[in-house]
Nanobody, 115 residues
Framework: QVQLVESGGGLVQPGGSLRLSCAASGIMFSAYAMGWYRQAPGKQRELVATITSGGSSNYAPSVKGRFTISRNNARNTVYLQMNSLKPEDTAVYCC?????????WGQGTQVTVSS
């Protein structure tokens, strides 16, 4: 059974930092591209960042320079370091595991940026 379990969300003040984690099980983690997506209330889900199996990363323009995606294949975990957080970063953040044949999603973790 495939599971993607996110953690690390919470309430943070503007300008603060959070580190999200997504632990994967039931897949050959190193073979999958991994991504973080977010969905704010009333908005469509949007791409935040992705990282290929080879370690190449890509970011949405709105988070580039503030967020960093990384992966630890030995721990089957992908991370999202979020710095200089803004109120508009408030959303549910979901982890995604992608291969040409399979696509899996986690349940998400809430990130709220507010003073």
């Amino acid at each position: 059974q495939v599971q993607l379990v996110e953690s690390g969300g919470g309430l943070v003040q503007p300008g603060g930092s959070l580190r999200l984690s997504c632990a994967a099980s039931g897949i050959m983690f190193s073979a999958y591209a991994m991504g973080w997506y977010r969905q704010a209330p009333g908005k469509q889900r949007e791409l935040v960042a992705t990282i290929t199996s080879g370690g190449s990363s890509n970011y949405a323009p709105s988070v580039k320079g503030r967020f960093t995606i990384s992966r630890n294949n030995a721990r089957n975990t992908v991370y999202l370091q979020m710095n200089s957080l803004k109120p508009e970063d408030t959303a549910v953040y979901c982890c995604n595991a992608y291969s040409p044949m399979r696509n899996y999603w986690g349940q998400g973790t809430q990130v709220t940026v507010s003073s």
